[in-house]
């Protein structure tokens, strides 16, 4: 999914405008083999693990629906590319719905919310009532012009804990910037756009019902705009396009979240570009092991994760202690029983949270099928 640094997995449109951190190498992800997905049943032979959730194959993880910023929607109707037909074709007939669709986003209805709030743990993945309007026989047909949530997602983490923390952290900078973005637009657009005033989990007696939001409402938000809907996030688009870095950086500093997320996302890609573990170390506590056939089957960071540590290695893993440096723990074992611990596999361990600092006792509870915050969490 990812190119071959950071800013390649962010949409040229603000892609451009982002500073010198996303030159940093990208973090390939492939172990979310999304054209044979990985959260589809393949059975045993395949590496299912007891207790592994399945996603359905004609959903996968696009059970979820984006919320996307005014400018992306503009960019995909200012793209050309027959290939986003069906894409185009799907958000105009979004936006005729009126649902969910305001000066700054064209999201879920409301009542969409709710149900993918309670539906998250056991729905995702799997519930058709969940499934993305922009999923075209397993594609998504607007691709290029995804949200944060949409570009950040992945349900398997080469990095494991820390490869989740990372992307995560991308999301959460991704949001603020989509958030920012789409305000800054609508208001150099026409000051005078206003935003829905009812909370996105409160549902009106329309939203209930499945119907559009009452006529003086939406037109208190869109004004003059309505039915020009189009029109408006093509505006934005040019707008967004046509941002100086200095305009950039001013509405980026006014966003306070923003700056604390990007500081936050450099030290989660330095923590896995660079993997440093602690001198002490022990097997998490929270890892809740299940005996499987050959080892013990745990899930550090995601329901989502199944890892099998087989019953050697978990036997050498037994005999690390809190107040002994790993180091020391490993070359004894090495020179009383001749087992050595890879470089590599101890890496793994660590970036997985299997290996904890003891004072650190690894993620608070592994994420219950949590999709990266739950793709929209
Ligand atoms: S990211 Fe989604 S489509 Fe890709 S392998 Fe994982 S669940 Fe399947
Ligand atoms: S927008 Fe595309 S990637 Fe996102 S949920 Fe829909 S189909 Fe999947």
Redesign the pocket.
């Known amino acids: 999914m990812a190119g071959s640094t950071l800013r390649d997995a962010i949409p040229p449109v603000y892609g451009r405008l982002l500073g010198p951190l996303f030159d940093a190498p990208a973090i390939p992800e492939p172990r979310a083999t999304c054209d044979d997905c990985a959260m589809c049943d393949k059975g045993p032979a395949a590496g299912a693990v007891a207790g592994d959730t399945f996603f359905s194959p004609d959903l996968k993880c ?1 059970t ?1 629906h ?1 919320t996307l910023p005014n400018f992306l929607v503009g960019a995909l109707f200012a793209d050309a590319d027959p290939a986003l037909h069906e894409g185009r074709r799907r958000v105009r007939a979004a936006i005729a719905r009126r649902a969910g669709v305001s000066p700054e986003w064209v999201g879920p209805p409301r009542k969409y919310r709710v149900l993918l709030e309670a539906g998250r743990v056991r729905g995702f993945g799997r519930a058709r009532a969940l499934v ?1 309007p ?2 075209d026989s397993g594609r ?1 047909s ?2 290029r012009h ?1 949200e944060s949530v ?1 570009s950040t997602f992945y349900c398997k983490y080469a990095g494991g804990a820390k490869g989740k923390a990372f992307w995560m952290a991308q999301k959460h900078v991704m949001a603020g910037v989509e958030a920012a973005l789409a305000r800054w637009a609508a208001r150099a657009v026409d000051p005078g756009l206003r935003e829905p005033e009812v909370p996105l989990l409160e549902l009106t007696a329309e939203d209930l019902d499945d119907l559009p939001p009452r006529d003086a409402e939406y037109a208190a938000c869109f004004g003059a705009w309505v039915g020009r809907e189009e029109e408006l996030y093509v505006a934005c688009h040019e707008r967004v396009a046509a941002m100086t870095r200095d305009e950039f950086a001013s509405v980026i500093e006014a966003a306070e979240p923003v700056a604390s997320r990007l500081v936050e996302l450099g030290v989660h890609h330095q923590a896995l570009a660079q993997p440093s573990p602690t001198p002490l170390l022990v097997l998490s506590p929270r890892l809740r092991p299940t005996k499987v056939d050959g080892g013990y089957a745990v899930r550090p960071y995601s329901s989502y994760d199944a890892l099998v540590i087989s019953d050697d290695l978990h036997a050498v893993l037994s005999e690390l202690r809190p107040d002994v440096p790993a180091a020391e723990t490993f070359a004894r074992l090495e020179r009383e029983h001749g087992v050595v611990m890879p470089p590599e596999l101890l890496l793994e361990l660590w970036n997985h949270e299997i290996l904890v600092p003891p004072e650190a006792p690894g993620p608070a509870s592994p994420d219950p099928a949590s999709p990266v915050g739950a793709r929209g969490t």
């Open positions: 696009c979820y984006p993305c922009y999923l998504c607007i691709w995804r949409c």
